[in-house]
């Protein structure tokens, strides 16, 4: 199984285009060593002929047109067999509208996740103006083959504001399991994930590599810089650093790959040079980048 990271960063992307805290200035002016980055996704192969997207971002244009596995072949026909949703945040879906040119989306999604898209926004009834949309309904702890790859989505309790009022809570956010049906050898891809919670940690039981939300390095990130009022747990998502974070919980379990992916444009660990990238490697972990390839 091949798991290709099109982008790495959080929404908004690397630099973010009206930031202008320290980690959106270095990338800018070059005084310190980092890479641009787009908004997070990744997509997964069994063969490298046929690739399933997990989330859409609206970077998805340059995403594809930097990975040759996602060019098409004869006419119009795409490598692109279907795309698999975490939630329905923006940076997530707003790429499906630019996939309208296409023969039609196969798209796996929990139904609070559908719901947002047609009931809260009708973000899928204006797609659908465009192209066919076939939705396969994601069921946390159902197995799906796909064909080579299969996959389990669990559920990640989340206390982030429902935005869009449909008032289902389960299913809001996902992550996913993806097995290699071949070999049998796993991995995880969980971008938002706001507590390690038993059932959550017990899904990384056996995996060869997780790809795991590394949005903040402290909880109060934006608030320190000024920028915003909320912490990281009020958005959704659990702080890299600092006692009870992600990297201390984390770092002992024994998985090859441990990959911080969904980087905020404010994270320390963006620079190449900062002492948070450097305990973050020191930690037995790694930080995404876009065109990072694993073999699973």
Known sequence: MRLRVLGSAAGGGYPQWNCSCP??????????????RTQSSIAASPDGRRWFLFNASPDIRTQFEAFPGMHPGDGRVTPLQAVLLTDAEIDHTLGLLLLREGRGIQ??????????????TGFLNTLERFCPVDWHPVLPGREVSLGGISYRAFDVPTAKHDRFGTGNDQGRVVGYRLTDETTGRAAVYLPGVQELTPPVRDEFDGIDCLFIDGTTWHDDELIRLGLAQKTA???????IGGPGGSLELLSPLPIDRKIYIHINNTNPILLEDAPERRLVTEGGMDVAHDGLEVEV
């Open 233 to 239: 747990r009020d958005m959704g998502h659990l702080a």
């Open 23 to 36: 980690t959106c200035g270095a990338v800018r002016d070059g005084s310190r060593p980092a890479r641009a």
């Open 107 to 120: 798209l796996h999604a929990t139904a609070a996740t559908h719901a947002t898209l047609r009931d809260g």
